[in-house]
């Protein structure tokens, strides 16, 4: 006979950093979570804000996809809540570069936990001005901190720390080990196999994990912007100089739109209009897109404010979230990564991608850099063991799926492995080709799908090379195999999941609405799972 032990009332303190109807519904709700009611608490449902509006979450979210664009996004949430409002913003890729998932962001925000507005880094811009218009929108709606008696704002508690290593809010130092050039010579890109030394910090990754790295703008851009501001490097603002402060605290990519409302300030006639129009979103000249800060100051060159305002209007310098590629049980005390250096020219200057080409050419070996470790949202492989896996990874998608493999390979796990790889050319961009074909003569590699877009007449993607053995795969997932994808989320994974639903038509026997349902299905029952950007 089983002894009935009432569960403990779940008073949240005074002292928490919560109004009274946050600490009202997190009592009932814990009281719920731990047992019957209690008598005196209030249980309310997980998903409602303690009297308001249903949380975000992504069970009841049609906009959680990558590939809508923002407009049908927030359409389609028109008439929904506040804080699925501000879901829809994002860029649904659950990413974690903001250090939440979609969600878990939106719901921060609406709660006033969270103050950032700006952390959505695959949204951008779009998601920064669509959430500040939401804002703007809700007042103060939905779990604004109380007011004081006299008027005044009470006091924001000071934000708290996760674990050392574990959030991008506190960061750890590791050791740049060495980078490997993973293209052959011919080939268009430029891409790097990373070594960082992890020995000394408190970091313990699984595959399926990323890694959060703070980078370091280029000198060169750095040095150009200060010349361009007509201000003096070594000024001290606060305990850093000014060149210091612009290397490692403020981005100087795409301008933002406070940079533009303060050249609006300095600027008159068309100038100014032209800056008022670029701050609040629009496209005047039809150069936007490819203004960054040092691109700004040169379109409005009679505009130069003081260097302690011109950093007050500028972005944070966030940190970028690459996908490990190596096992912990493989590489002990290491983590790898694989990095495309983005270059490209536009007008006459040479862009550089502030992370890629940090690690692919200007940090020398032996020196420390910050990183966190972003602990993957439902991305991960089967606890059985005994299940087959199929991985479609081309170009730098192939980053997990080289650390999977090479799990697989440590555990000896005895379900099969397919891998869809694909690039541009053979010749020079089939990374890691040795240690694949290594892989395939220990039978741990069971196959290994190929496409190449650029070599011949046709184009060849791995979506394509899904269709062609179309009939053995549908017999993999039919045997339970889980399915993962990890590149672009606009188009390649979309491709990816046509090619599913196609397959489960013409060797499945399903009808359209069928297959579909089948893709669905994968997905529900985590046998589909995604890494994409």
């Known amino acids: 006979m089983s002894e009935h032990v009432s569960p403990p009332v779940v008073l949240i303190p005074e002292t928490a950093p919560f109004n009274p109807d946050q600490r009202a519904w997190l009592s009932g709700y814990f009281a719920a979570l731990l ?21 975000a979450d992504n069970d009841d979210a049609p906009w959680h996809d990558p590939s809508l664009p923002l407009p049908e996004r927030m359409a389609m949430a028109q008439e929904r809540p506040e804080p699925q409002k501000l879901m829809a913003a994002m860029a649904q890729q659950d990413c974690g570069q ?87 010579p011919g080939g268009e890109k430029e891409t790097w196999h990373i070594e960082i030394d992890l020995t000394g910090t408190p970091i313990d990754y699984v595959v399926g994990d990323s890694l959060g790295l703070f980078p370091a703008n280029a000198p060169a851009l750095v040095d150009a912007v200060i010349a361009e501001l007509g201000a003096r490097p070594e000024r001290r ?26 050249l609006s300030l300095l600027t008159s006639g068309e100038a100014r209009r032209k800056a008022q129009a670029l701050a609040a979103g629009e496209d005047p000249d039809g150069d936007a897109a490819h203004l960054d800060v040092l691109g700004a100051l040169h379109k409005f060159p009679g505009a130069r404010p003081d260097a302690e305002v011109f950093l007050e209007a500028l972005d944070e310098l966030q940190p970028r979230l690459y996908s490990i590629s190596s096992s912990p049980k493989a590489d002990p005390g290491r983590v790898s990564l694989t990095v495309d250096a983005v270059r490209y020219n536009h007008r006459s200057r040479l862009r550089l991608g502030v992370a890629s080409t940090h690690l692919g050419e200007r940090i020398p070996e032996g020196m420390k850099v910050k990183v966190y470790l972003q602990k993957a949202h439902g991305f991960a492989l089967p ?27 440590a555990t000896q796990a005895p379900g099969r492995n397919w891998l869809f790889y694909g690039h541009q050319k053979q010749a020079s961009d089939f990374f890691y080709k040795d240690e694949l074909n290594g892989l395939k003569d220990k039978k ?41 994808v990890c ?22 026997g399903k009808n359209p609405d069928e297959a579909v349902a089948y893709l669905a299905h994968l997905k529900k029952t985590g046998r589909y799972q995604a890494d994409v950007y």
């Open 35 to 55: 047992g019957p009611a209690v008598e005196g608490a209030t249980a309310l449902a997980p998903g409602d804000a303690p009297g308001g509006p249903k949380l």
């Open 98 to 184: 903001c250090g939440y998932n979609c969600a878990d962001y939106a719901n921060a925000i609406f709660l006033k936990n969270e103050e950032r507005l700006n952390l959505c880094q695959p949204g951008g811009k779009d998601t920064l001005r669509m959430l500040k218009k939401l804002e703007e929108e809700f007042g103060a709606a939905g779990g604004a901190a109380p007011k004081k008696a006299d008027g005044e704002a009470a006091p924001k508690a000071a934000p708290e720390l996760g674990p050392l290593g574990f959030c991008r809010e506190n960061p750890v130092e590791a050791t740049f080990v060495s980078r490997t050039r993973l293209n052959a």
């Open 237 to 262: 603002i606060g305990a850093k100089t000014l060149r210091d402060r612009l290397l490692t605290d403020y981005a100087l990519g795409g301008a933002p739109d406070g940079l533009y409302q303060l």
């Open 383 to 409: 606890e059985d063991l005994s299940k087959d896996v199929i991985m479609v990874g081309p170009g730098t998608g192939i980053a997990p799926f080289r650390a999977f493999l090479r799990e697989r390979d």
């Open 444 to 484: 741990v590699l069971t196959r290994l799908s190929l496409a190449w877009s650029r070599d011949g007449t046709e184009k060849t993607y791995v979506q394509d090379r899904m269709r062609e053995s179309g009939a053995e795969l549908w017999k993999w997932f039919e045997g339970g195999a889980h399915f993962y």
């Open 487 to 508: 590149g672009d989320a606009k188009r390649m994974a979309k491709d990816v999941e046509r090619a599913i639903i196609d397959v489960a038509g013409q060797f499945g």
